[in-house]
């Protein structure tokens, strides 16, 4: 059974957010472990922007698993269609990989070693998103990479 965690750097979810995902963490039951994990930020009232991303960055290593596919999300990745990004995920887990963890970061961004880091810098967008509804809209693109590798009809 496939693995998939998000990785959230940040604050607890607004309650519309957290409902939207609520919804697509029952659907994915039936195609993968799912899981959706926050990460504290750094207190950005206090240092500089070098030094949240570090203390960030110390964070999310104490989460991150041995042989796991870690896909950063993060506005200088790759853009995917929906069909793409499936066939993405259906290749990851082909080579052999059952665990993936998505990473978002917080209002600044990821540290440049988890990007160094990833196997994959993911863009879900152009536009830019605030990093909380990037939680909801990942989630949901996970779910729809799914139906559309079952061919199930929620992907017209």
């Known amino acids: 059974m496939r ?4 990785l959230c750097v940040g604050r607890k979810q607004e309650t519309y957010l957290k409902s939207g995902i609520e919804i697509y963490r029952k659907k994915l039951k039936r195609y993968c ?4 994990k926050t990460i504290r930020e750094a207190d ?10 570090n203390k960030e960055y110390q964070a999310i290593q ?3 698993r041995p042989n796991t596919f ?7 990745g790759i853009s995917l269609s929906s069909v793409d990004f499936a066939r993405q995920l259906e290749q990851i887990t082909n080579q052999g990989q059952s665990k993936i ?6 209002p600044y961004g990821l540290p440049p070693e988890i990007k160094n880091q990833a196997n994959l810098l993911f863009r879900l967008s152009a536009m830019t998103l605030t990093h ?3 939680r909801l809209f990942l989630v949901e693109q996970i779910y729809r990479a799914f139906t ?4 199930e009809k929620y992907h017209h």
């Open 44 to 53: 950005y009232s206090r240092g500089m922007q070098a030094q949240w991303l």
């Open 33 to 36: 472990e799912f899981e959706l």
């Open 3 to 6: 693995k998939i965690r998000i």
């Open 70 to 76: 870690l896909i950063a999300c993060d506005e200088t």
């Open 132 to 134: 909380q509804m990037v």
């Open 148 to 151: 559309i590798l079952n061919g």
């Open 101 to 106: 963890d998505f990473i978002i970061g917080g």
């Open 62 to 64: 104490t989460q991150l």
